[in-house]
């Protein structure tokens, strides 16, 4: 009646959950630049067109 606790191994899937989070914070990064790129064309296109 010996039974071993089973052992738990994170799986290596290639994958960590260090990997998932950089690779979501560089995903964010670029859309908030190309949210802010277009609101840059935005402001430009609309001051180009009141002079």
Do not use: F, V
Not at 5 to 31: C, I, M, S, Y
């Amino acid at each position: 009646m010996d039974k071993k606790a089973p052992t738990k191994k994170p799986k290596q899937t290639g994958e960590t959950r260090e990997d998932r989070l950089k690779q979501a914070l560089k995903a964010n990064l670029a859309r908030r630049k190309a949210q802010t790129r277009a609101r840059s064309a935005a402001q430009a296109g609309k001051s180009e067109g009141e002079g």
